[in-house]
């Protein structure tokens, strides 16, 4: 990965400044320890003498990247505001502002480790099933501004829609629609067009993937209400904290909202069955299919347009996928593997949906 392990003068600024207001009996300089190698933000953990810790991201100093990665940090920020409300271990904001012309947000640290950590043992399904329904169930609750929330115009606790659209990117009109099946039509526009624009030769032509999907796109009319989805449920994303002799870990944490979009639930379900014909995965996990159901009163995949929708939303990913590696520079033979991973799941995408 090509990302620098130092941390930018803005960085660097943001932590100082959080650490002046910390309590004067935890003096001393920041320590900074960078994270999240390779991905869109700039991010690291920053800790005092004193032991106290907190996440610091900042947005690219840079325009490079994939259309939908613009506004990240506020997207973030709305989408704590909202799914914070969730029964779900989640990062509280410290604090949401700009500086030198980049969006910067600085969180809570969580406990626990990444879920794909060696060292850990697995989540229980059910557990999975349970946080995924409250998440849901605070994505489709209307929002509302509670006594005390920031009135910041730029990062506003509304629902980042502009007037008529209820599907899409928060505050970026260009990526919203008035219903899901345009949303969805305007994203997989955005990063085909992404794929042009850094000459990614896909494993599937541009014009026979639009044609599959403008053909499944009627799965999509059976959804009118939207909620709000993280879209990053992979392992990586979950901190877990084992009990002592336990065969299931403790869910301590649910981070990086940066890709959460107002769509239907569907498309949380790729991150947990990657690389795979994703609704046959969720369908054949009865814990999680259970627990849903009994937690949230409403069925994850009720019908075949339901399926049709998880292929989609997965297609969409897997182009991200093969796409942002070129921006992002990855390279080495980590990367050569998992792009072609990726691009044979967009071949076999693309066969389940013709």
Same mark, same amino acid.
């Given at each position: 990965m090509s990302r620098s392990p130092s941390p930018s003068s803005t960085l660097v600024a943001l932590a100082e400044h959080w650490a002046a207001e910390r309590p004067a009996m935890q003096p001393g300089s920041p320590t900074i320890t960078m994270l999240g190698?390779?991905?869109?933000?700039?991010?690291?953990?920053?800790?005092?003498?004193?032991?106290?810790?907190?996440?610091?991201?900042?947005?690219?100093?840079?325009?490079?990247?994939?259309?939908?990665?613009?506004?990240?940090?506020?997207?973030?920020?709305?989408?704590? *505001?909202? /799914?914070? +409300?969730?029964?779900?271990?989640?990062?509280?904001?410290?604090?949401?502002?700009?500086? %030198?012309?980049? =969006? &910067?947000?600085?969180?809570?640290?969580?406990?626990?480790?990444?879920?794909?950590?060696?060292?850990?043992?697995?989540?229980?399904?059910?557990?999975?099933? *349970?946080? /995924?329904? +409250?998440?849901?169930?605070?994505?489709?609750?209307?929002?509302?501004?509670?006594?005390? %929330?920031?009135? =910041? &115009?730029?990062?506003?606790?509304a629902n980042g829609l502009e007037d008529g659209n209820r599907f899409g990117y928060p505050f970026r009109p260009e990526l919203q629609a008035p219903t899901a099946g345009e949303a969805y039509r305007t994203l997989l526009d955005a990063v085909l067009a992404d794929a042009a624009r850094f000459e990614v030769d896909l494993p599937v032509d541009a014009a026979r993937l639009i044609g599959l999907v403008d053909e499944a796109l009627p799965a999509f009319d059976a959804v009118t209400e939207a909620t709000l989805v993280h879209f990053d449920l992979w392992d990586g994303n979950l901190l877990i904290m084992p009990e002592h002799g336990a065969e299931a870990a403790q869910l301590t944490g649910v981070i990086d909202h940066e890709r959460a979009h107002w769509a239907d639930p569907t498309a949380d379900l790729v991150s947990l069955a990657l690389f795979t014909d994703v609704p046959a995965t969720i369908a054949d996990d009865a814990e999680l299919l259970r627990t849903y159901r009994e937690e949230s009163g409403h069925e994850l995949l009720p019908d075949e347009s339901a399926w049709t929708r998880a292929r989609l939303w997965s297609l969409y990913l897997a182009v991200i996928m093969v796409v942002e590696g070129v921006p992002r520079g990855y390279e080495g033979d980590w990367f050569v593997e998992h792009d072609a991973t990726v691009r044979t799941w967009i071949v076999d995408i693309a066969a389940s949906l013709a």
């Open positions: 190698e390779g991905t869109a933000n700039e991010v690291a953990a920053v800790e005092l003498d004193g032991g106290e810790r907190a996440i610091v991201k900042v947005s690219p100093a840079e325009a490079e990247g994939l259309t939908y990665e613009r506004k990240l940090m506020h997207t973030e920020a709305l989408a704590l *505001r909202i /799914l914070g +409300r969730a029964d779900v271990p989640q990062p509280e904001i410290v604090l949401a502002t700009d500086l %030198d012309g980049r =969006d &910067a947000l600085i969180m809570t640290e969580l406990t626990g480790r990444p879920a794909n950590s060696t060292e850990t043992v697995p989540l229980a399904r059910d557990v999975m099933g *349970r946080t /995924l329904a +409250r998440l849901h169930a605070a994505g489709r609750t209307p929002f509302h501004v509670e006594p005390g %929330d920031d009135e =910041d &115009a730029a990062l506003s606790p």
